[in-house]
């Protein structure tokens, strides 16, 4: 399989600053990845896609000024979390698309990485 | 839209007996991927099985096993011989197949303890 690497796996930060999180894709470039909020005892909810050299597309509902993404290459993709507020607290995950073999241009599993738990106080 | 639904919130098992978890799904698609994810307390979400819409056969993983019935849109999960390590929760998924890197739809979610 392939590996995603998602950094840092938790965070403190002090409400009103900014904290950015790294999600990596080590083995494989991914031109599209994805931000998923969760809380608590439930499910995933996708906040945005990330485009390698383009805007991310940010779900209904999210902020797009408060949920900045930036897909500067093919194997990175950051999302900052600005002037933080305790209802920001939550583990956010990201997923990248592996492409398809053969040439093929459909991708035919999502990678996730390990998650980011942020804790705003 | 799609949408993903998971009716059974919570299930618990006897270690070594057989568990079925249900996924209903919603979509005018035809051409389609359909998944379960498990996530077990490290939060590290962990593909288990992948189901291709256009493929009539039930797809197998070891003790995983699926039961996709395209027409009632209905796609289970079974796992047989229950061990401690399935403990964890299962997330059904939904995904088109065209396209690059399109975006998942998941359930939410069924926790599955296991029993000793």
């Known amino acids: 399989g392939a590996v995603v690497s998602q950094h840092p796996s938790r965070v403190i930060c002090k409400s009103g600053t900014s904290v950015k999180i790294e999600c990596r894709s080590l083995?494989?470039?991914?031109?599209?990845m994805f931000w998923y909020r969760q809380f608590p005892k439930q499910s995933l909810m996708l906040m945005a896609t990330s485009n390698e050299g383009s805007k991310a597309t940010y779900e209904q509902g999210v902020e797009k000024d408060k949920f900045l993404i930036n897909h500067a290459s093919l194997t990175l993709s950051t999302l900052t979390v600005t002037s933080a507020h305790p209802e920001d607290s939550s583990f956010y995950i990201c997923?990248?698309?592996?492409?398809?073999?053969?040439?093929?241009?459909?991708?035919?599993?999502?990678?996730f990485g390990q998650g980011t738990r942020l804790t705003v106080v | 839209a799609q949408t993903v639904t998971q009716s059974q919130p919570e299930m618990s098992v006897q270690e070594a007996e057989t568990v079925t978890l249900s996924c209903t799904y919603d979509?005018?698609?035809?051409?389609?991927?359909l998944f379960w994810y498990k996530q077990p307390p490290s939060r590290q979400m962990i593909l288990v099985i992948r189901?291709?819409?256009?493929?009539?056969q039930n797809a197998t993983e070891n003790r995983f096993s699926v039961n996709f019935q395209k027409a009632a849109k209905s796609f289970s999960l079974k796992i047989s011989d229950s061990q401690l390590g399935d403990a964890a929760m299962y997330f059904c998924?939904?995904?088109?197949?065209?396209?690059?890197?399109?975006?998942?739809?998941f359930g939410t979610g069924t926790r599955l303890t296991i029993i000793p």
């Open positions: 998924a939904y995904r088109r197949r065209t396209g690059w890197g399109e975006k998942l739809t």
């Open positions: 979509t005018s698609e035809s051409d389609y991927y």
């Open positions: 189901q291709e819409a256009y493929k009539q």
């Open positions: 997923s990248a698309s592996k492409p398809g073999q053969g040439g093929v241009w459909r991708s035919t599993e999502a990678f």
């Open positions: 083995d494989f470039q991914a031109t599209t």
